[in-house]
Every structure is written in C-alpha cells, then in structure tokens.
C-alpha cells in the first residue's frame, strides 16, 4: 500500500494500477497477511480508482468506487478525492 501511496503523491497514475494489483494487494495474499484498517483500506481503493481515472479506465475508476461505496457509505460520502475521480 505504501508503494501505492507513494506513486499516488508524485502522480504516476500507471504505477498505481500496476502496484495496486501485485501479488501482495491480492485478496488471497490480504487473507495471508491480515487486511489494513478499513480507513487505510478505502483510501487506497481511493487511490487506485483516481489512478485508473487518470490512464482512462474510466470502468475500472467505479468499480473501485462501488466498492468503497458498499463498504463504507457514510465515509465515502465525506471523501473529496471520490468527488473529485468522479
């Protein structure tokens, strides 16, 4: 995550998406390893979603935003990086 946090603070947008999906962000590793906190978890999606904006993968951008939105409703609803990937 902090891979992905850190192309996210310079603007590599395509090293986002390639980091987001590496072996250890998978759903199998996370079962693994354990899952960050659910803030630090849809803050990353966040990210993710911002950065599939920015390489046009417009679908991918609301898929990650549908999820945190089934997950954490009232917090996305306070999150301006999801207005504004929107």
Known sequence: MK?????TIVGDA???VRKSSEDAMSPKARKHTG???DGNWNRHRLDVARAHARTGYLTGAM???????HASPEWLRHQR??????
């Open 63 to 69: 898929d990650e935003l549908a999820g945190v939105r």
């Open 81 to 86: 990086t999801a207005a504004e990937t929107m």
């Open 3 to 7: 891979g992905v946090e850190d192309a």
């Open 35 to 37: 899952r960050p906190s």
């Open 14 to 16: 395509r090293t986002v």
